[in-house]
């Protein structure tokens, strides 16, 4: 340990989680020191109330002067393949040959399926485009719009809210629903504007893109198991400034 500097030792500083997934927990961990980048963070976790620890990868070293903006010196890293809505304990642990081995726990849960069912739902039944643009023109909380399969010409725009318990639901009959929007070059296939709409079991195609959840702000929406083609930007947008977004499978 001769000639080892304090700038040497590896310091954490505080550790930060990033926002969950349903099977995934990102975690930061600050430092100071290790001028000399010796040191490694080492990773454990488990279900909280469970007495054994499950190893997970390594954190990796984050290289601040690599990138244009403005980084922290810090480890990162993440957990994988857990379960939706589940709390658990992750242990980092310093490794520094030049002294300390701080060992921090944190608690974290990932993000629960979101419900796919309203509590109070009220069905509206869809065959025709027409009856489609009315279906969403007239949506309001717990509303399930249910779309035969056929093809639909929009493109198509909805603005109303539901709520966490009884989310306004879009439901196609699988990939043979189709909304179509016509090859506009400067629309959305389907515009959403609005919190706690879901869109599942269809497929969108021919337009700018092909799902945009467009209010400011908004939350909780979910788009599940889409089929998208024939777009010019991202199938599925919303604004960065949403929470609790969930698209997936």
Not at 133 to 143: E, I, T, Y
Not at 162 to 167: H, I, L, Q, S, V
Not at 202 to 228: C, I, K, P, Q
Request: hydrophobic share 40%; charged share 25%; with cysteine.
């Amino acid at each position: 340990m001769d000639g080892v500097g304090a700038d040497d030792r590896l310091e954490i500083l505080e550790v930060r989680l990033d926002r969950p997934t349903l099977h995934n927990l990102g975690v930061q961990v600050l430092i100071d020191g290790d001028d000399d980048r010796d040191a490694h963070v080492s990773l454990r976790y488990r279900q909280q109330e469970e007495v054994d620890w499950q190893p997970g990868p390594p954190l990796l070293r984050v290289w601040p002067e690599t990138v244009w903006i403005d980084v922290l010196q810090q480890f990162s890293g993440s957990v994988f393949d857990l379960e939706p809505g589940t709390a658990y304990e992750i242990e980092l642990k310093a490794h520094d040959p030049d002294g300390g081995g701080e060992r921090r726990v944190v608690a974290a849960t990932t993000r629960p399926i979101p419900r796919s069912e309203p509590k109070i739902p009220q069905l509206v039944e869809v065959n025709t485009s027409s009856q489609l643009h009315l279906a969403l023109g007239a949506a309001v909380l717990g509303h399930v719009i249910h779309i035969r399969s056929g093809i639909y010409d929009g493109p198509f725009a909805m603005n109303a809210h539901g709520t966490a318990d009884n989310p306004i639901v879009i439901r196609g009959h699988g990939a043979e629903t189709i909304l179509d929007g016509g090859d506009c070059s400067s629309c959305d296939v389907l515009d959403l504007q609005g919190s706690w709409i879901h869109v599942e079991d269809l497929t969108v195609r021919s337009a700018m893109r092909g799902l945009r959840f467009a209010t400011v702000d908004a939350e909780g929406n979910v788009a599940r198991r889409l089929h998208v083609f024939d777009v010019v930007h991202a199938s599925a947008k919303t604004w960065n400034s949403a929470t609790s977004i969930c698209v997936t499978m």
